[in-house]
């Protein structure tokens, strides 16, 4: 291969760490106190380290796109995002590259980590202390999951995850990286790592309107699909019959022989 100055290869990826923790930061004294949790249970300078987004004085930015800022800027080979107001006061570093280890085995296409979500509308998961119960496990773990709550989620870096563009706020974000990994071939798990959570959850006003965008944004984007492109047309459903029925070739026949039809009749 000719040498030209302004071609060069590609260089292999390397990690700087194993973990990279991501946290946006609203009260600094809450977060130091997470950070030193993590330190005592073997997070350290040689396989760790900590990003963060002050958003102390004002929101700079929400949970879309810091996540999003996170997984672009994170070096590690496991991204913890990660609540100011957990604490890892059970489980330590040791125990997560054992749950880490278990799922590269199990399932080398998981994507993203946590300890409470759910496979449907009613198979629940949960492995954590929290206001509401303490040393709480629920299902058999690991387990599969549609979703996954935000207050610790490990995602891997080599699956290159982003949240959606066009949502915002500070809720269901979860549920959104989750849903875009399976959309992309990774799948989420909950996993039997044990911390505390501080908080008991806050369904306000504003969970209410990331719920509404959130569905409305899928309602949009997991509707049936026509298209076309250079080679071949295709129309989609959720129906695997009605995808092959509409599929066939004297479908598109008929088609073409409608689209002719029109046009001649519009030249006429």
């Not at 290159?160 to 071939?185: E, P, Q, R, W």
């Not at 990331?210 to 250079?230: D, I, P, Q, V, W």
């Amino acid at each position: 291969m000719k040498s030209y100055p302004n071609v060069r290869s590609l260089p292999p990826k390397v990690a700087r760490h194993d973990f990279t923790i991501c946290t946006l930061v609203t009260h600094h004294d809450e977060y130091e106190a997470m950070i030193a949790s993590f330190h005592t249970a073997g997070f350290s300078e040689r396989n760790s380290d900590f990003l963060y987004i002050d958003n102390s004085q004002t929101n700079v930015d929400d949970g879309y796109t810091g996540l999003n800022r996170f997984l672009n800027e994170a070096t590690g080979n496991y991204i913890i995002i990660a609540h100011q107001d957990i604490l890892l006061s059970f489980d330590t570093i040791e125990t997560l590259y054992a749950r880490i280890e278990e799922m590269n085995q199990r399932d080398p296409h998981w994507g993203i980590l946590g300890n409470a979500g759910f496979a449907g509308l009613s198979e629940k998961y949960y492995r954590i202390s929290d206001p509401w119960r303490m040393d709480t496990t629920i299902g058999e773990l690991p387990a599969k999951v549609k979703s996954l709550d935000e207050n610790f989620l490990v995602i891997k870096k080599e699956a290159n995850l982003a949240l959606s563009h066009n949502l915002k706020g500070f809720h269901m974000y979860g549920a959104d990286v989750c849903t875009i990994a399976s959309l992309l071939g990774w799948n989420a798990y909950v996993i039997d790592f044990h911390l505390y959570h501080k908080s008991a959850g806050n369904c306000n006003e504003s969970f209410s309107r990331s719920r509404e965008a959130f569905m409305s944004k899928y309602t949009r984007t997991l509707s049936s699909l026509y298209l076309r492109t250079t080679c071949t047309t295709m129309i989609i459903t959720n129906n695997r019959v009605v995808n092959w029925l509409l599929n066939r070739k004297i479908i598109y026949s008929l088609k073409k022989r409608i689209e002719n039809i029109t046009a001649m009749l519009g030249r006429s």
